[in-house]
T-cell receptor, first 116, second 113 residues
């Protein structure tokens, strides 16, 4: 498809396990964002990738969280030793390069994580 | 740091009535402003945006918003809503380099027949 793809769409895990969430951005989009949406709350910024520049990790809530991106393609968000407060929908978004930027983020449908 | 406040978590309204969803932001620098909509079981999509120019911005599906710098507001309006407008609406703000977007907590618009 042409949109942002996220997998898995749903993940149930036990406390203490590691999880990996995947995001396939729109082809050609150099910017990629991860957000977290807890139930009843707004979107919380986690991390931002722009091309080959160093990522902005200022939103990662703890060292249990990490994210990688290979070039301008797939990104993975890893949560180690999951806790119940990690339960949320994790949203990925991409956007075109700054030179063609219109300020629009293209979101995936999210990965719903439930930690038991 | 920037922040976005959406005071109304839920707004019930009858079909064909007007609606205003409120958004206030806090920032000491120039910002860009956005409204995103999330329909049931779908991802967020852009409704409208203010980057520069006219402070009255028109978006998709008949929505519009007005940027008011003195009141640091960017309220969303529609003169006559439809059942299909039932969704959650998020206000967002970004700085000049678009590396972070700050989102409000969302307003659920429930349009009743």
């Amino acid at each position: 498809g042409a949109g942002v793809s996220q997998s898995p769409s749903n993940k149930v895990t036990e406390k203490g396990k590691d999880v990996e969430l995947r995001c396939d951005p729109i082809s050609g989009h150099t910017a990629l964002y991860w957000y977290r949406q807890r139930l009843g709350q707004g979107l919380e910024f986690l991390i931002y990738f722009q091309g080959n520049s160093a990522p902005d990790k200022s939103g990662l809530p703890s060292d249990r969280f990490s994210a990688e991106r290979t070039g301008e393609s797939v990104s993975t968000l890893t949560i180690q030793r999951t806790q119940q407060e990690d339960s949320a929908v994790y949203l990925c978004a991409s956007s075109p390069s700054a030179g063609r930027y219109t300020g629009e983020l293209f979101f995936g449908e999210g990965s719903r994580l439930t930690v038991l | 740091a920037q922040s976005v406040t959406q005071l109304d978590s839920q707004v019930p309204v009858f079909e064909e009535a007007p609606v205003e969803l409120r958004c206030n932001y806090s920032s000491s620098v120039s910002v860009y402003l956005f409204w995103y909509v999330q329909y049931p079981n779908q991802g967020l999509q852009l409704l409208l945006k203010y980057l520069s120019g006219s402070t009255l911005v028109k978006g998709i599906n008949g929505f519009e918003a007005e940027f008011n710098k003195s009141q640091t507001s960017f309220h969303l309006r529609k003169p006559s809503v439809h059942i299909s407008d039932t969704a959650e609406y998020f206000c967002a703000v970004s700085g000049a380099n678009f590396n972070k977007f700050y989102f409000g907590s969302g307003t659920k618009l429930n349009v009743k027949p």
